[in-house]
């Protein structure tokens, strides 16, 4: 089964400085994830996804996520931290079963921005 | 939003008792799903649909039942609440779009069983 993991349940970071948020992630064939945040009393939102192609996935509000597919990994980033980008923060893979697609969600990484 | 709303957004009820959620949709989207959000657990899939009438279990399904009677929505029941369903529930929606298909989410309800 497909799966993903969020090593982190908290990163802290002062405004201005570089983010990430960590993923790795395990499937049998090609790997389709995707990054969600969420904000408090809220539903996900989504920021960006892989598919197929560059490495570097840029997504929305200034993110962007880079695929290794040797680390396995998914790694969310950010070169400037904002105090609103705090948040939660989800990785996701999709896997295809019987011609229909379902979505696999990490724990959550809890992001702070601290100004 | 994606168009997707949920009520009642907040609910607080009595162990024992059926508790029904409605999820709605209004851009006719084929596939929805009800996830469960709990700490420490992420998303967890309850149940799913792939069309009126047509629908699944996910990982955990047991003490929920959902209907779709109509495309543009999707019932999630509780059958007789419990304590451990005490928990925020999402709808999500998205269309069939082969390898672009990305799933979106409702805005959620929150449900506390006393």
């Known amino acids: 089964a497909q799966s993903v993991a969020q090593p982190e349940d908290q990163v802290n970071v002062a405004e201005g400085n570089p983010l990430t948020v960590k993923c790795t992630y395990s499937?049998?064939?090609?790997?389709?994830l995707f990054w969600y945040v969420q904000y408090p009393n809220r539903g996900l939102q989504f920021l960006l996804k892989?598919?197929?192609?560059?490495?570097l996935v840029k997504g929305s509000y200034g993110f962007e996520a880079e695929f290794n597919k040797s680390q396995t990994s998914f790694h969310l980033k950010k070169p400037s931290a904002l105090v609103s980008d705090s948040a939660l923060y989800f990785c996701?893979?999709?896997?295809?079963?019987?011609?229909?697609?379902?979505?696999?969600f990490g724990s959550g990484t809890k992001l702070n921005v601290k100004p | 939003d994606a168009g997707i709303t949920q009520s009642p957004r907040h609910k607080v009820t009595e162990t024992g008792t059926p508790v029904t959620l409605r999820c709605h949709q209004t851009?006719?989207?084929?596939?929805m799903y009800w996830y469960r959000q709990d700490p420490g657990h992420g998303l967890r899939l309850i149940h799913y649909?792939?069309?009126?009438?047509?629908?699944d279990k996910g990982e955990v399904s047991d003490g929920y039942s959902v209907s779709r009677s109509k495309t543009e929505d999707f019932l999630l029941t509780l059958e007789s609440a419990t304590s451990s369903q005490t928990s925020v529930y999402f709808c999500?929606?998205?269309?069939?779009?082969?390898?672009?298909?990305?799933?979106?989410f409702g805005p959620g309800t929150r449900l506390l069983v006393l």
């Open positions: 999500a929606i998205s269309e069939e779009r082969g390898s672009q298909e990305t799933q979106y």
């Open positions: 499937v049998s064939g090609n790997p389709y």
């Open positions: 892989y598919i197929t192609g560059d490495n």
């Open positions: 996701a893979v999709r896997d295809r079963e019987y011609n229909f697609n379902k979505f696999y």
């Open positions: 851009e006719n989207h084929r596939y």
């Open positions: 649909s792939y069309g009126v009438k047509d629908t």
